[in-house]
């Protein structure tokens, strides 16, 4: 098991950029895949991007594809989600997650994550 809390979010105007970080403790943190999922009123939940294990596997929502970069220091048992180029519709709660995976495998499906950290706020501006 694992337990998440994220950080990083904020409010920033239309281009611009924030890091979100997810920080893990319990056991084996480089067994878990981790994701990055978003909510906003009146919208459905999007998984928006996704990492392996030992971070040779990424997915990424077409949404976000191109402005996105997801990564992981398992040293540091922390995962961050790089966000560039922000747009008004980016706007929602951010939940990193973890999954039991496979090394390469990144699930894209939040029935297969069964850890979720608190959430942070991001809201971009026009």
């Known amino acids: 098991q694992v337990q998440l809390v994220e950080s990083g979010g904020g409010l920033v105007q239309a281009g611009g950029s924030l890091r979100l970080s997810c920080a893990a403790s319990?056991?084996?943190?480089?067994?878990?895949?981790m994701g990055w999922v978003r909510q906003a009123p009146g919208k459905e939940r999007e998984f928006v991007a996704g990492?392996?294990?030992?971070?040779?596997?990424?997915y990424y929502a077409d949404s976000v594809k191109g402005r996105f970069t997801v990564s992981r220091d398992n040293a540091k048992n922390t995962a961050y989600l790089q966000m560039n180029s922000l747009k008004p519709e980016d706007t929602a709660a951010y939940y990193c997650?973890?999954?039991?995976?496979?090394?390469?495998?990144?699930?894209?499906?939040?029935?297969?994550?069964?850890?979720w950290g608190q959430g942070t706020q991001v809201t971009v501006s026009s």
């Open positions: 319990g056991r084996a943190f480089s067994s878990y895949a």
């Open positions: 997650a973890a999954a039991v995976a496979s090394t390469f495998v990144v699930p894209r499906n939040p029935l297969n994550y069964n850890s």
């Open positions: 990492i392996s294990r030992d971070g040779g596997g990424v």
